[in-house]
């Protein structure tokens, strides 16, 4: 005991000094990953504009870094022959959402009535195999035939593909809530609907988020195809003219707009996922070994 | 019948919150001639107990023993009206069993918590669902905290406490309605030895306190004859009653650790494992397919 006291200052030393060299190494580790995501950028970028410059790869066909760079600043710049990016863009921007959310509402209340409904469920599910089975991007071209050039087809396109994602994602969110806890509710009382409300679909939430990041991604997909395919405004309709004008670096710099637009939208998901989920353990990963 | 009408009396002053109560004989069990046959996928039907009868009385402590997959369960799903009997009734307080019995708590084996509500809000999901106000299930959940031990937890989620403390957890949200029956299903079974101890020690305390009827279904023999009036012993598949024994040690029992190694309770552990080694020996050679 006594010698415990002694040494007291000592320890205490040891301790700072291992805490500073734990962070020395969490530092270290952080600036090497960096180092080789930057590097990893320069070759793939650099490598791209030095093939092409050097004229083994040709620009015509596959564009160019520089030239990308300068056909988004004519897009911001100059605008297009169908009105302002920004115009284009939000146009874009508003038939995904739109989309979206259409699909997975429908995807959300679809999922948890077949996963609470056996019945239902054995009813419809080899219908709902079936048309996931299809392929459903071709559906584009009937909702433009149909409904026309409007937003219309664009909404239906997305939402279409938002909701099997998100549709599969919910029915096995029910299908896997713990027995236990619906016993255990049912027991003290709860009806159906507080049997849903306090467990299922809390218990389901789970899988319905990580079903959204793919979820836009798609919902993007089936806005930029269905304008593709017939449009009078949007980033897809962007695209086809430039796909018709020989002009690769307007396709790749659409595709850069289209991507800051998605990681941003996968940010706002992270953190909807954060909030809602906050009672899970922390993941592992988080916890890094040191 | 006085000393149990005046703890029941008791039990009820504090917390008494409609959901369990009742009349002096609203905690009675009785199970007749009860028969659940189930139907398996392949359209076959298969008895998981058969002729089941047994009476427990107002504020008695039953425990339940039997080999593995013999229909223990099967038998508490009947009680708390979560399942229909095939043959047979189940009565509770006088009443048939039709539809989920009020004034019945349910605790398992996985504690059945909600991991995405805090600490609080897993305790006061009962009286929520009988409709009390927030608030005042607010301040009732946290005297029950109180009583478990748990004060200054209650925002926590359940990944964050230990095994210890979500069986606590799950002991308050079990009594916090004030049931008239406790359906316990192996509730202690997945704890390591020493915790187990403590939480036996803490269910007789809190269970004194209130007095509801328990069933408690387990596959612990000492841990049966340490808690229980009444031990209930159950044949291997298809399940039915071989024997009942009353355990009279006395009350309250004290340290579940300690009447281990009084005389009465090995006499009695002695006779009741007696009866159960056939059984428990009958069911190992069916699951491992030995000839019997």
Same mark, same amino acid.
């Given at each position: 005991?006594?010698?415990?006291?002694?040494?007291?200052?000592?320890?205490?030393?040891?301790?700072?000094?291992?805490?500073?060299?734990?962070?020395?190494?969490?530092?270290?580790?952080?600036?090497?990953?960096?180092?080789?995501?930057?590097?990893?950028?320069?070759?793939?970028?650099?490598?791209?504009?030095?093939?092409?410059?050097?004229?083994?790869?040709?620009?015509?066909?596959?564009?160019?870094?520089?030239?990308?760079?300068?056909?988004?600043?004519?897009?911001?710049?100059?605008?297009?022959?169908?009105?302002?990016?920004?115009?284009?863009?939000?146009?874009?921007?508003?038939?995904?959402?739109?989309?979206?959310?259409?699909?997975?509402?429908?995807?959300?209340?679809?999922?948890?009535?077949?996963?609470?409904?056996?019945?239902?469920?054995?009813?419809?599910?080899?219908?709902?195999?079936?048309?996931?089975?299809?392929?459903?991007?071709?559906?584009?071209?009937?909702?433009?035939?149909?409904?026309?050039?409007?937003?219309?087809?664009?909404?239906?396109?997305?939402?279409?593909?938002?909701?099997?994602?998100?549709?599969?994602?919910?029915?096995?969110?029910?299908?896997?809530?713990?027995?236990?806890?619906?016993?255990?509710?049912?027991?003290?009382? /709860?009806?159906?609907?507080?049997?849903?409300?306090?467990?299922?679909?809390?218990?389901?939430?789970?899988?319905?988020?990580?079903?959204?990041?793919? /979820?836009?991604?798609? =919902?993007?997909?089936?806005?930029?195809? =269905?304008?593709?395919?017939?449009?009078?405004?949007?980033?897809?309709?962007?695209?086809?003219?430039?796909?018709?004008?020989?002009?690769?670096?307007?396709?790749?710099?659409?595709?850069?707009?289209?991507?800051?637009?998605?990681?941003?939208?996968?940010?706002?998901?992270?953190?909807?996922?954060?909030?809602?989920?906050?009672?899970?353990?922390?993941?592992?990963?988080?916890?890094?070994?040191? | 019948?006085?000393?149990?009408?005046?703890?029941?009396?008791?039990?009820?002053?504090?917390?008494?919150?409609?959901?369990?109560?009742?009349?002096?004989?609203?905690? %009675?069990?009785?199970?007749?001639?009860?028969?659940?046959?189930?139907?398996?996928?392949?359209?076959?039907?298969?008895? #998981?107990?058969?002729?089941?009868?047994?009476?427990?009385?107002?504020?008695?402590?039953?425990?339940?023993?039997?080999?593995?997959?013999?229909?223990?369960?099967?038998?508490?799903?009947?009680?708390?009206? *979560?399942?229909?009997?095939?043959?047979?009734?189940?009565?509770?307080?006088?009443?048939?069993?039709?539809? &989920?019995?009020?004034?019945?708590?349910?605790?398992?084996?996985?504690?059945?918590?909600?991991?995405?509500?805090?600490?609080?809000?897993?305790?006061?999901?009962?009286?929520? *669902?009988?409709?009390?106000?927030?608030?005042?299930?607010?301040?009732?959940?946290?005297?029950? *905290? %109180?009583?478990?031990?748990?004060?200054?937890?209650?925002?926590?989620?359940?990944?964050?406490?230990?095994?210890?403390?979500?069986? %606590?957890? #799950?002991?308050?949200?079990?009594?916090?309605?004030?049931?008239?029956?406790?359906?316990?299903?192996?509730?202690?079974?997945?704890?390591?030895?020493?915790?187990?101890?403590?939480?036996?020690?803490?269910?007789?305390?809190?269970?004194?306190?209130?007095?509801?009827?328990?069933?408690?279904?387990?596959?612990?023999?000492?841990?049966?004859?340490? *808690?229980?009036?009444?031990?209930?012993?159950?044949?291997?598949?298809?399940? $039915?009653?071989?024997?009942?024994?009353? &355990?009279?040690?006395?009350?309250?029992?004290?340290?579940?650790?300690?009447?281990?190694?009084?005389?009465?309770?090995?006499?009695?552990?002695?006779? &009741?494992? #007696?009866?159960?080694?056939?059984?428990?020996?009958?069911?190992?050679?069916?699951? #491992?397919?030995?000839? $019997?």
């Amino acid at each position: 005991m006594t010698s415990l006291t002694h040494n007291a200052p000592l320890v205490h030393e040891q301790e700072a000094e291992l805490k500073s060299a734990a962070r020395r190494t969490v530092t270290r580790r952080r600036t090497w990953i960096w180092v080789g995501r930057i590097l990893l950028a320069v070759v793939v970028i650099g490598g791209w504009q030095w093939f092409t410059a050097v004229g083994w790869v040709d620009k015509f066909f596959f564009g160019q870094p520089t030239e990308v760079w300068n056909s988004l600043v004519t897009l911001f710049r100059d605008g297009t022959a169908f009105g302002s990016i920004w115009e284009n863009l939000w146009i874009t921007v508003q038939e995904a959402l739109l989309g979206f959310l259409l699909g997975t509402l429908t995807g959300v209340v679809l999922g948890i009535l077949l996963g609470s409904n056996r019945y239902l469920s054995e009813v419809v599910g080899p219908y709902i195999r079936i048309v996931n089975s299809i392929p459903r991007i071709v559906l584009g071209s009937i909702f433009i035939v149909a409904f026309g050039l409007g937003m219309g087809p664009k909404v239906l396109l997305a939402a279409v593909l938002v909701f099997f994602v998100v549709f599969f994602n919910a029915f096995q969110g029910v299908r896997e809530v713990d027995q236990n806890l619906i016993s255990n509710v049912r027991v003290l009382g /709860a009806s159906p609907l507080q049997v849903a409300m306090h467990v299922t679909i809390p218990s389901a939430m789970t899988w319905i988020i990580a079903s959204l990041h793919t /979820a836009f991604g798609f =919902a993007i997909i089936g806005a930029l195809v =269905a304008e593709v395919l017939g449009a009078q405004h949007g980033v897809g309709l962007i695209i086809s003219q430039a796909q018709g004008t020989f002009d690769p670096n307007t396709v790749f710099a659409c595709m850069v707009i289209i991507a800051v637009i998605t990681l941003g939208a996968e940010y706002l998901i992270s953190l909807l996922e954060h909030s809602l989920l906050k009672w899970r353990p922390p993941s592992r990963s988080e916890a890094q070994a040191i | 019948m006085t000393t149990v009408s005046d703890l029941h009396r008791r039990g009820h002053t504090p917390t008494d919150q409609g959901g369990g109560g009742g009349g002096e004989d609203a905690g %009675r069990i009785e199970i007749h001639g009860l028969t659940k046959r189930y139907l398996t996928p392949k359209g076959e039907t298969f008895t #998981a107990i058969r002729d089941v009868s047994l009476t427990v009385e107002p504020g008695q402590f039953c425990a339940i023993v039997g080999p593995t997959g013999c229909g223990k369960s099967t038998t508490l799903a009947q009680v708390s009206g *979560l399942e229909r009997p095939s043959v047979g009734s189940v009565s509770v307080g006088g009443q048939t069993v039709d539809g &989920i019995t009020n004034g019945v708590s349910y605790m398992f084996q996985a504690d059945a918590l909600f991991p995405w509500k805090t600490v609080l809000n897993n305790v006061l999901i009962g009286p929520v *669902l009988l409709g009390t106000p927030k608030r005042e299930a607010t301040e009732l959940a946290m005297d029950w *905290l %109180r009583r478990v031990g748990l004060s200054g937890f209650e925002d926590r989620y359940p990944h964050q406490l230990s095994g210890g403390m979500r069986k %606590r957890v #799950a002991m308050a949200a079990a009594l916090i309605n004030n049931p008239r029956i406790l359906l316990m299903d192996e509730p202690f079974g997945a704890l390591d030895v020493q915790t187990k101890a403590i939480m036996q020690n803490e269910l007789l305390q809190l269970w004194e306190g209130l007095r509801p009827t328990v069933l408690f279904i387990t596959h612990d023999l000492d841990e049966a004859v340490a *808690l229980a009036d009444k031990v209930v012993i159950m044949t291997s598949s298809p399940g $039915a009653i071989k024997n009942v024994f009353d &355990i009279d040690l006395p009350r309250p029992r004290g340290d579940v650790q300690q009447i281990r190694h009084e005389e009465r309770f090995l006499e009695l552990q002695g006779q &009741i494992w #007696a009866s159960l080694k056939d059984e428990v020996t009958r069911a190992y050679q069916q699951t #491992a397919g030995v000839p $019997a």
